[in-house]
């Protein structure tokens, strides 16, 4: 079974900060099999990136995806006052299917 | 509106059994692949259980193998998880999520549930 590590575990930064969120797995993951999810308190996870650099629908453009094999980044340019949640990978596996979650990284406020 | 929101939840004794609905309007649900995913308080998400658009390939977390079952009706536009058999681990909220539909599949879920909760204790 793949295991996704993400780092930071929390991230203090800023409005108008970049943040780069860090999602690492334990073997190489297709790219097209990893998604970022955004999670804010109460609330369902949101799709924010699929297929590692694609953006989901009605997502803003300062979201962005990167990385292949066992590393992936999502990257926030700056960072806006609703963007403080928490960020989790996820990756796709088939035959038999297989999703896994990565612990999340949480984004606060510094 | 695509929508999707779940009920059935509350509170249950270990070993008992729960049936969780997911009630799916604003899209074509029988075009989709639907899951379960539950989160624990305070922790991470944890996949739970796959069905496919008519029902046929079901897949499960070893987690939770022999113990709950996935299904769906079409005609009703709903997706169910019958849980038996339920341990204090098993407490959580529970999304239905479906999955994205993409050239290449993605294994991403881009419409979730508000969730229900499950809580397992005597």
């Known amino acids: 079974e793949i295991v996704l590590t993400q780092s930071p575990g929390t991230l203090s930064l800023s409005p108008g900060e970049r943040a780069t969120l860090s999602c690492r797995a334990s073997q190489s993951v297709s790219s097209s099999y990893l998604a970022w999810y955004q999670q804010k308190p109460g609330q369902a996870p949101r799709l924010l990136i699929y297929?590692?650099?694609s953006r989901a629908t009605g997502i803003p453009d300062r979201f962005s995806g990167s990385g292949s094999g066992t590393d992936f980044t999502l990257t926030i340019s700056r960072l806006e006052p609703e963007d403080f949640a928490v960020y989790y990978c996820q990756q796709y596996g088939s035959s038999p299917r297989r999703i896994t979650f990565g612990p999340g990284t949480k984004v606060d406020i510094k | 509106e695509v929508q999707l929101v779940e009920s059935g939840g509350g509170l249950v004794q270990p070993g008992g059994s729960l049936r969780l609905s997911c009630a799916a309007s604003g899209f074509t649900f029988s075009s989709y692949e639907m899951n379960w995913v539950r989160q624990a308080p305070g922790k991470g998400l944890e996949w739970v259980s796959y069905i496919s658009s008519s029902g046929s390939t079901i897949y499960y977390a070893d987690s939770v193998k022999g113990r709950f079952t996935i299904s769906r009706d079409n005609a009703k536009n709903s997706l169910y998880l019958q849980m038996n058999s339920l341990r204090a681990e098993d407490t959580a909220v529970y999304y239905c999520?479906?999955?994205?539909?993409?050239?290449?599949?993605?294994?991403?879920?881009?419409?979730w549930g508000q969730g229900t909760m499950v809580t397992v204790s005597s």
């Open positions: 297929g590692a650099s």
């Open positions: 999520a479906r999955d994205k539909i993409t050239m290449i599949p993605s294994g991403a879920f881009d419409i």
